[in-house]
């Protein structure tokens, strides 16, 4: 099993429509969490961390299930410059500076 | 400044060739990392440096060999290198913290071994 585990898409979806990703951890011990989105041929970019009380920063929402180990990404009135791949990433452990990626999820946003 | 600077952003290196990769960061960011992406698929950790020291190595083959010259700087050193060791290399740094630190990424050097 994928220490950190997403669906790989494709999700294709229309302009202004709400999409949500899900990703699973293994590792119980995990503290720290978050989204990153790569663009093409381009370095992965911090989206936002996720906290246990769940978090949104405009059109994005983040939520953490620790008792599932279970992260979730839902973005609303979805934009053409939000297509991307979303990468899910799992810090394992405090003083352990290992942050592991998820397999990636990739989001096209069409016209 | 919330930068991580790579250099080379290209190389093109043979088999039997000896080059490096590399980074730089000016944040103070104590901890620094070496990461691996082949195309379609997510970045793999392959070395993490925290002050200045070695600690991870994610069982990397011997001929990429890493060098932390001092707290901003992280090298990679490539010797003898095989075609499928061509990928995007990417360095990261983050700050020490307990919690909800982020690492910060370099726009990577897309590395090709022929």
């Known amino acids: 099993r994928k220490e950190v585990e997403q669906d790989p898409g494709p999700f294709n979806v229309p302009e202004g429509a709400t999409v949500a990703f899900n990703c699973t951890y293994s590792n119980s011990a995990s503290q720290s969490f978050f989204w990153y989105r790569q663009d093409c041929r381009k370095e992965p970019k911090l989206l936002m961390s996720?906290?246990?009380s769940g978090n949104e920063d405009g059109r994005f929402t983040a939520q953490l299930n620790r008792a599932s180990q279970y992260i979730s990404l839902l973005i609303r009135d979805s934009k053409l410059s939000d297509s991307a791949t979303y990468l899910c990433?799992?810090?394992?452990?405090?003083?352990?500076?290992?942050?592991?990626f998820g397999t990636g999820t990739r989001l096209k946003v069409l016209a | 400044d919330t930068e991580v600077t790579q250099t080379p952003k290209h190389l093109v290196m043979g088999m039997t060739n000896k080059k490096s990769l590399k980074c730089e960061q000016h944040m103070g960011h104590r901890a620094m990392y070496w990461y691996k992406q082949k195309a379609k698929k997510p970045p793999e950790l392959m070395f993490v440096y925290s002050y200045e020291k070695l600690s991870i190595n994610e069982s990397v083959p011997s001929r990429f060999s890493p060098e932390c010259p001092n707290s901003s700087l992280l090298n990679l050193h490539l010797h003898a290198l095989q075609p499928e060791d061509s990928a995007l290399y990417l360095c990261?740094?983050?700050?020490?913290?307990?919690?909800?630190?982020?690492?910060?990424f370099g726009q990577g050097t897309r590395l090709t071994v022929v």
């Open positions: 996720v906290y246990s």
């Open positions: 990261a740094s983050s700050q020490e913290s307990t919690a909800n630190t982020e690492a910060f």
């Open positions: 990433v799992v810090n394992e452990g405090t003083g352990t500076y290992k942050y592991i």
